[in-house]
């Protein structure tokens, strides 16, 4: 910027200022050492005709022209303003771009599925005792001639969902536990308990009744809703890096080599078909919710 004159006081100062933005002309005003202001003007191209509209200023600053122009420059603060707004926006920073650095502490949801699971599991004593867990399990009767879900439809609807506090020995529930915190926190902290909680149980129950119809019942375990939650995060990170949600490649790696490595049988019995189920239902949520979250007006 360059000075392209003075005013003798404040009141004039501002008013040309204004006079000159509302022609869009980006200036400022300041004081000088002599109790004057002067006048900065920041574009070469227009500073002749700043200083023509200055002179006149100067020889007649109480012109009805002046002030009845310097008026629109309210407007085109409000504009001006309008735009770096929408514009911010659009910016993303750090904590948006690489969300991973974040720490996010478990929600009230999280913690209270984390506790759940935790006192299925000393009830049951890891699961070498499911007389007192019964009623969690989906069912204790294969489909037979009394068809699918007998409890069920019998109005124990919670069965549905009830099975993914299930779990059998120590490295079951510390790995599912794990990944519930990682990814449940984050989805937790990021779109609120309603949204969450939803997810979880459409991903439980979508997860449950899938391993029930291929293999029967007497499974459990929260690994199908982590890897929907999985699916979930990768798909709405993936398309709309906005929503602050975010997995490492190692994140990445780490749940798809287990998934591969739980149908070698390597690790003994395991609800493959949950996972799989779990997976493709958070991919699909993920995916249609980024897609309404980028349709939707900001």
């Known amino acids: 910027m360059r000075s392209i004159g003075n005013l003798p006081n404040e009141h004039q100062a501002r008013l040309f200022g204004d006079y000159l933005l509302a022609h869009g002309m980006r200036n400022e005003v300041e004081t000088d050492?002599?109790?004057s202001w002067l006048i900065w003007f920041a574009d070469d191209d227009h500073l002749t005709k700043a200083r023509e509209l200055l002179e006149l200023f100067r020889n007649d600053p109480a012109s009805p022209e002046f002030a009845r122009k310097a008026a629109d420059a309210e407007r085109v603060r409000a504009e001006?303003?309008?735009?770096e707004a929408?514009?911010?926006?659009?910016?993303?920073?750090r904590r948006s771009i690489f969300p991973g650095a974040s720490v996010f502490s478990a929600g009230p949801l999280t913690f209270a599925l984390v506790c759940a699971c935790a006192i299925v599991a000393a009830l049951s004593k890891l699961g070498e005792n499911t007389d007192d867990i019964s009623g969690?399990?989906?069912?204790?009767?294969?489909p037979a001639g009394g068809g699918w879900f007998p409890e069920v439809r019998a109005g124990q609807v919670w069965r549905l969902f009830t099975p993914m506090l299930i779990h059998f020995g120590v490295a079951h529930i510390l790995f599912n536990m794990?990944?519930?915190f990682r990814l449940g926190s984050m989805i937790e902290g990021l779109h609120g308990q309603g949204r969450f909680a939803l997810l979880t149980l459409a991903v439980a129950g979508l997860s449950n009744v899938a391993q029930y119809v291929y293999a029967g019942p007497g499974f459990g375990g929260m690994s199908g809703v982590n890897y929907g939650l999985f699916g979930y995060i990768w798909m709405r990170g993936k398309y709309d890096p906005a929503s602050g949600l975010f997995l490492t490649q190692q994140d990445k790696l780490l749940m798809l080599v287990w998934f591969v490595v739980c149908f070698t049988n390597w690790v003994g019995p395991v609800a493959n078909t949950a996972h799989a189920a779990g997976l493709v239902a958070g991919v699909v949520c993920g995916r249609v919710s980024a897609y309404l979250a980028l349709r939707s007006p900001k």
Do not use: H, N, P, Q
């Open 86 to 93: 929408a514009w911010r926006r659009k910016v993303r920073g």
């Open 80 to 83: 001006e303003k309008k735009s």
């Open 33 to 35: 050492t002599d109790s």
């Open 136 to 142: 969690l399990f989906i069912s204790y009767v294969m």
């Open 178 to 180: 794990l990944w519930l």
